[in-house]
């Protein structure tokens, strides 16, 4: 167990040197981050300025700030799945059977390593975004627990993308499993907006999914950041974290068994 | 020319009928889409739900932006897959073949390949453009004239970016990525736009051409919006045939990079 941590360790770190040397692919992001945040800031300043009579009222202001904390997360994620659908269907995966190291683990820190760096880089995007358009950033002593939740919600949203990987062992393809889990992202994370301003019913359920653990928390710790809140808002995700580590493990587990069975998917 | 467009509509066939090949996998391709779409959709059914307007723009609004979008981005899937991963072709050096036979370049190599997903977008563009947009039949003729034009532009842009290939290894990512954030732009009311950003909505990454421009001419036919539609097509595939071939000369002699 600690040899495997250790080796985990060294994967984390070779992950965060390898995202750190394709510094354009990094500043690409960045670009993009620059990008989307023009155009969603440009469409909830407009559905600030409007004020149409009967429309849900927007918290003091708007919801930038918030879209600001939810896309830096969501930027900020890796490709875990596409390695997996990689090496499960290639065959790939095999010749790592062999060796002693847990595949599954090591792939998922050697990805948060990378993940870890990408936060960063985006972190400083976002900051350097704000200064640039005048806009108002949260308090500086929010950026404490911003930077917690921040760490733990990739590390949900991983897990989630690694579920999605980890079909590949049944459906080979694993796209539209992808394009349901970032829906679910937009919809039950509450990308665009907060669930709070949803209907009731789909608030409670949202707030109890790993969707919001990904991205809603940390994003309302950006628009209204309270101590109480960001108790909560780890309690979620770290119970998130367990859960979906342990899904993981059990598709692992039922994959390699069909691989092994069957000598492939 | 008729000889060259036979080519590419037995080329694109078979391309499609590979996709159907393995059944289960396109269903579940094609289902995957669909339910993609429909959350996109129920985004922006509770958006417009709470906020009811953004600078004008209301739900049917929306859903004939996302309609003109989805059609745009599945019929380019289904019958010009081959525009998405042009630039990684270009840098494979798959071009060698092609240059040794008589027929056109362009067309062959967007003929390669027929997304399956592509038909999931299809799908729910029909679904959404007839339940959610509120059009008429007589709006029917500028809706196809609007997607043919924006299908045009979208995959001319998409040719443009990918010939970058021709000239720096770095394109594939980076071509990619200028065609998702076209599509990007593609993706939200045309009202948010102003200054700068409507400049490269408008030029750069025409998603004004692609779907914002093409949409004012279902709502308002008129003339001239019409020929602001017309002119966006013909420009775009201009630049697009333009770049390309500069492009091929750079390769013929050599020069372009490879992976």
Request: with cysteine; hydrophobic share 55%.
């Amino acid at each position: 167990m600690r040899r495997d941590l250790i080796a985990a360790a060294v994967a984390l770190r070779i992950g965060a040197g390898q995202a750190m040397a394709g510094w354009t692919v990094l500043a690409g992001r960045c670009l993009f981050y620059i990008l989307i945040m023009t155009v969603l800031s440009a469409l909830w300043d407009k559905v600030a300025d409007e004020r149409v009579a009967g429309a849900i009222a927007l918290p003091a202001g708007g919801l930038v700030l918030y879209v600001l904390a939810t896309e830096w997360i969501t930027l900020s994620l890796p490709s875990v799945h596409l390695r997996f659908e990689d090496d499960i269907r290639s065959g790939g995966l095999e010749p790592h059977l062999l060796r002693p190291k847990f595949y599954l683990l090591q792939s998922l820190a050697q990805s948060l390593g990378g993940t870890l760096v990408r936060l960063a880089a985006l972190g400083v995007t976002a900051v350097a975004w704000l200064l640039v358009t005048g806009r108002q950033g949260p308090p500086a002593a929010t950026y404490p627990y911003l930077f917690v939740l921040g760490v733990l919600a990739v590390t949900v949203g991983m897990l989630l993308y690694a579920v999605a990987g980890l079909c590949a062992f049944w459906t080979r393809r694993i796209l539209p499993v992808m394009l349901v889990i970032q829906k679910l992202m937009f919809l039950l994370g509450g990308l665009f907006a907060p669930i709070t301003l949803y209907p009731d019913w789909l608030r409670k359920i949202a707030e109890a999914t790993p969707f919001a653990a990904h991205l809603y928390w940390a994003g309302v710790q950006a628009l209204h950041p309270s101590g109480a809140m960001f108790l909560q808002a780890a309690a979620w995700q770290a119970l998130w974290i367990v859960l979906l580590s342990l899904l993981c493990l059990a598709l692992w587990r039922a994959g390699l068994a069909k691989v092994l069975r069957e000598g492939g998917v | 020319m008729i000889g060259s467009l036979r080519l590419y509509a037995a080329q694109s066939a078979a391309a499609i009928r590979t996709s159907f090949s393995d059944r289960g996998n396109f269903a579940i391709q094609v289902g995957g889409m669909i339910v993609n779409d429909i959350f996109f959709l129920t985004l922006w059914v509770l958006f417009f739900a709470g906020f009811r307007s953004i600078g004008g723009w209301r739900l049917q609004d929306m859903a004939l932006l996302f309609g003109l979008t989805m059609s745009v981005v599945g019929i380019s899937g289904v019958f010009f897959g081959g525009y998405r991963d042009l630039a990684a072709t270009l840098l494979r050096g798959e071009l060698d073949a092609l240059l040794t036979q008589p027929k056109a370049l362009i067309p062959r190599l967007l003929a390669r390949e027929s997304i399956a997903t592509a038909w999931g977008d299809l799908a729910g563009a029909i679904f959404v453009l007839g339940v959610f947009a509120k059009l008429e039949w007589a709006d029917l003729p500028a809706l196809l004239l609007a997607i043919a034009a924006g299908t045009t532009v979208y995959v001319c842009a998409s040719i443009s970016f990918a010939s970058l290939a021709f000239w720096a290894a770095g394109a594939r990512s980076f071509a990619r990525e200028l065609t998702d954030f076209m599509l990007l732009f593609s993706s939200y009311p045309g009202s948010i736009y102003r200054g700068a950003v409507k400049t490269i909505a408008f030029t750069i990454l025409p998603a004004g051409f692609v779907v914002l421009a093409p949409m004012g001419m279902v709502r308002h036919p008129s003339g001239q919006a019409l020929a602001v539609v017309v002119f966006g097509a013909v420009v775009y595939t201009a630049i697009a045939v333009g770049l390309f071939h500069l492009g091929v000369a750079r390769y013929r002699r050599g020069a372009s990079p490879s992976i």
